[in-house]
């Protein structure tokens, strides 16, 4: 099973050729763009190998074929005596002959799996091409940049976000509630945290994730843009948990922290979890509302100026792109969608902030 690959598109000039299927010419060829694929993978034993092919996808003026490359070149150019062999080894692999636009309307494969042949067929759907004003030039081809649309994306940005949300807060949660109180019942520690903390409350978080951006940017550590948010979220949320929790036991009852000595010691595990804890929680919770809605809109923020990744998109993402592509006309329902998550994880802090003020 492959686990890593990369793809290289060039286009080429060719002989003039007429996709066909079954000997029937469908279509005029008009140009050939050849993909390389190199392939990381492991062999049976597990140990590591390589391996690579080259795809062709052959563009036509209302069809488009998709195949291995020279299988396309003997097929549909003639070209035996060059891609013979190539197109010989290809069949080992049994791999499909893709149509877009055959038969009219619809997406076709055509595959093989031994001893059977197989045909699918689905309608082709309306990508909503729009030319655009970027140009490029690529292969000798003056090009100009089309943007189009296919399935949806909306709900699996909007998982993502809050998977990252989540991620970022119940770090930011766990080591605060730990760390505050500790420092909340040592002093030394305490003033151990000081600069980290003021260090944290200052820093600009708009320009950590350009500079994080800027430093991870690279085919090997592209992955860890997707994490970005995690870590904004931890810089805000994680000082206003481990101040509020820091507080809370500084602020306890006297009466109660006397007993607790009596019995065992304030500093034992179930004087922690059975009295401080509680006490805390009810003292903090105000605070941790707070932390909650900060962190999604830090979030998205930090969405959009890394535009995460394309397999784990984002809200922030799509708004990102949307704006870059020039589609202005998603902005405004993505960022409808973004105030409603923000408005949504905000409400607890308004529910316990109107309580408090009764």
Same mark, same amino acid.
């Given at each position: 099973?492959?686990?890593?690959?990369?793809?290289?598109?060039?286009?080429?000039?060719? $002989?003039?050729?007429?996709?066909?299927?079954?000997?029937?010419?469908?279509?005029?060829?008009?140009?050939?763009?050849?993909?390389?694929?190199?392939?990381?993978?492991?062999?049976?034993?597990?140990?590591?190998?390589?391996?690579?092919?080259?795809?062709?996808?052959?563009?036509?003026?209302?069809?488009?074929?998709?195949?291995?490359?020279?299988?396309?070149?003997?097929?549909?150019?003639?070209?035996?005596?060059?891609?013979?062999?190539?197109?010989?080894?290809?069949?080992?692999?049994?791999?499909?002959?893709?149509?877009?636009?055959?038969?009219?309307?619809?997406?076709?494969?055509?595959?093989?799996?031994?001893?059977?042949?197989?045909?699918?067929?689905?309608?082709?759907?309306?990508?909503?091409?729009?030319?655009?004003?970027?140009?490029?030039?690529?292969?000798?081809?003056?090009?100009?940049?089309?943007?189009?649309?296919?399935?949806?994306?909306?709900?699996?940005?909007?998982?993502?976000?809050?998977?990252?949300?989540?991620?970022?807060?119940?770090?930011?949660?766990?080591?605060?509630?730990?760390?505050?109180?500790?420092?909340?019942?040592?002093?030394?520690?305490?003033?151990?945290?000081?600069?980290?903390?003021?260090?944290?409350?200052?820093?600009?978080?708009?320009?950590?994730?350009?500079?994080?951006?800027?430093?991870?940017?690279? $085919?090997?550590?592209?992955?860890?843009?997707?994490?970005?948010?995690?870590?904004?979220?931890?810089?805000?949320?994680?000082?206003?948990?481990?101040?509020?929790?820091?507080?809370?036991?500084?602020?306890?009852? $006297?009466?109660?922290?006397?007993?607790?000595?009596?019995?065992?010691?304030?500093?034992?595990?179930?004087?922690?979890?059975?009295?401080?804890?509680?006490?805390?929680?009810?003292?903090?919770?105000?605070?941790?509302?707070?932390?909650?809605?900060?962190?999604?809109?830090?979030?998205?923020?930090?969405?959009?100026?890394?535009?995460?990744?394309?397999?784990?998109?984002?809200?922030?993402?799509?708004?990102?792109?949307?704006?870059?592509?020039?589609?202005?006309?998603?902005?405004?329902?993505?960022?409808?969608?973004?105030?409603?998550?923000?408005?949504?994880?905000?409400?607890?802090?308004?529910?316990?902030?109107?309580?408090?003020?009764?």
């Amino acid at each position: 099973t492959p686990r890593r690959g990369s793809s290289h598109g060039r286009s080429r000039p060719v $002989p003039r050729g007429r996709p066909s299927r079954n000997g029937r010419h469908i279509d005029q060829a008009q140009f050939v763009v050849i993909y390389d694929f190199q392939i990381n993978t492991t062999d049976k034993n597990g140990n590591a190998a390589k391996d690579s092919m080259q795809w062709a996808v052959v563009v036509g003026s209302h069809v488009a074929k998709c195949t291995e490359f020279n299988r396309v070149m003997g097929e549909d150019f003639g070209e035996w005596k060059e891609y013979g062999l190539g197109e010989f080894n290809a069949r080992k692999y049994n791999l499909p002959v893709i149509f877009v636009g055959y038969p009219d309307g619809e997406i076709s494969s055509f595959d093989k799996v031994v001893p059977n042949r197989y045909f699918y067929t689905e309608p082709l759907p309306d990508f909503g091409w729009k030319l655009m004003d970027d140009t490029l030039t690529v292969g000798g081809y003056l090009c100009q940049k089309a943007v189009g649309k296919y399935a949806g994306r909306t709900w699996t940005a909007i998982g993502w976000t809050t998977l990252r949300f989540v991620i970022g807060f119940a770090i930011s949660f766990v080591l605060g509630s730990l760390l505050g109180s500790l420092a909340g019942l040592h002093q030394w520690f305490k003033h151990f945290m000081k600069p980290t903390l003021g260090v944290m409350k200052t820093i600009p978080t708009a320009a950590v994730v350009i500079l994080i951006v800027a430093t991870i940017y690279g $085919p090997k550590n592209a992955y860890l843009i997707t994490y970005v948010p995690c870590l904004l979220i931890f810089i805000v949320a994680f000082p206003l948990i481990f101040e509020a929790f820091r507080a809370a036991l500084e602020n306890e009852n $006297p009466s109660v922290m006397a007993s607790l000595d009596l019995d065992g010691g304030r500093h034992s595990w179930m004087a922690l979890t059975k009295v401080l804890w509680p006490d805390a929680f009810a003292y903090a919770r105000l605070s941790i509302a707070q932390s909650l809605g900060l962190s999604m809109k830090v979030c998205i923020m930090s969405e959009v100026l890394s535009a995460t990744s394309a397999s784990k998109p984002s809200v922030g993402g799509l708004i990102s792109n949307a704006q870059s592509s020039g589609a202005v006309e998603d902005i405004l329902p993505l960022a409808i969608i973004a105030l409603l998550l923000m408005l949504i994880i905000d409400i607890p802090f308004f529910v316990l902030r109107s309580k408090k003020g009764k």
